[in-house]
């Protein structure tokens, strides 16, 4: 091998060592659709390692597919349900070696049921709420953050809302379990901060996804009247926000995104055509 050779391979080998280590292992829950899955599109895209979380195993297992013919990434799809605690904990508590070492925690998993005033609410509508996007949050943060606070770096990203910024009419609930999550990520942030890890609250506005497919039980008519009259956002374009924030220099992070449709001004101002 010539000189010159040498130098060309350390080149190669160079620059492979530090692609491999701009690679980050991205854990994504509530992936198999909307928000979810369009944030796995974007790091995959980009390169980077999936661990994917959903209820529904068969879109669980096509998106993980997908992902591998498609972008060439490792992906390691776990089908638990993240309102359950022993469910939560066996996932993170076998995870492979090489996949422990996470560096985005994506806290994607959440959903609105019903639209109703607080009189003539159902119950059961506030328990999936309430355990979905309060307690499946604290439950992945509270199993995967000491992964993070070991190796001294990470970067938490919780998926909130503008309706955790703003009640509206028969949002109660609803609003409510996103208050909590603003409030979580916000305190999430004070005890991490010594340990070197970001923590970041994504609040988007009106976006069209299965979102309100979800809380009118499955009413399509009236999920989308939802979104007629102007455009919302997109999966996508939350997806962006999110894989933006990851982008920054290790000493900048986003606090707080607030993501809006240029026709929205805030919880209940729709500008509609």
Known sequence: MTERDKQLNYFITSLFHDFKHMIKTVFITGATAGFGRAIAMKFAEHGHNLIITGRRKILLEELAKELITTFHVEVLPLCFDVRKLKEVEDAIGILPDKWRNIDVLVNNAGLAAGLSSIHEAVVDDWERMIDTNIK?????TRFISPLMVARK????INIGSIAGKEVYPMGNV????????DAITRGTRIDLVSHN???????????NTEFSLVRFRGDKDRADSVYKGFQPLTASDVADAVYYVTTLPSHVN????VLMPTAQANAVTIHRK
Not at 254 to 257: G, H, K, S
């Open 254 to 257: 986003i606090n707080d995104l």
């Open 153 to 156: 770096q990470g970067h938490i």
């Open 174 to 181: 609803y609003c409510g379990s996103k208050f909590a999550v």
């Open 197 to 207: 890890i970001k923590v970041t609250q994504i609040a988007p506005g009106a976006a």
């Open 136 to 140: 499946g949050l604290l439950y992945m």
